[in-house]
């Protein structure tokens, strides 16, 4: 069962990645156009209409609606990527800016010690 679910799996992905180009929605526009003269030569508005919706419109319009999600898709993956990164960039400033803080408290406490100490000396000298 797993076999045949990775078969289903990797033709699917196949055949999406070959419908879901511009070249074949130029391919099923030519296949429609094959049936256009007998529609039109039908003289029949309800042929006509149905040869515009059922074949032309769902057979090209299939591999266009793909292409356009394919592009927002990869899109989508861009913005996601550049957040990744600019997110990475904030997350190591915030690292160097607690390194400073961390560095700049230290000398702080230093700086508290020593005057502690010279206070106490004073202190004692009294």
């Known amino acids: 069962m797993k076999r045949i679910n990775e078969f ?10 070959a419908v879901s180009t511009m070249w074949c929605a130029y391919i099923f526009a030519a296949i429609a156009l094959i049936s256009l ?3 039109i030569k039908s003289g029949d508005a309800l ?3 149905a040869w515009v919706a059922q074949t032309f419109l769902q057979l090209v319009l299939l ?3 793909m292409v356009g999600q394919d592009a927002s ?3 989508v993956a861009q913005k996601i990527n550049e957040t990744h990164v600019a997110s990475l960039g904030e997350f190591e400033m915030a690292k160097e800016a607690r390194r400073i803080a961390d560095q ?4 702080l406490k230093d700086i508290a010690r020593d005057i ?3 206070l106490k000396d004073i202190e004692g000298k009294k």
Do not use: M
């Open 37 to 39: 003269p007998a529609a």
């Open 104 to 107: 700049e408290l230290q000398e």
């Open 8 to 17: 289903n799996r990797r033709l699917a992905e196949k055949i999406t990645a």
């Open 73 to 75: 898709a990869q899109a």
């Open 63 to 65: 591999s266009i609606i």
């Open 47 to 49: 042929i006509i209409v």
């Open 116 to 118: 502690h100490r010279v």
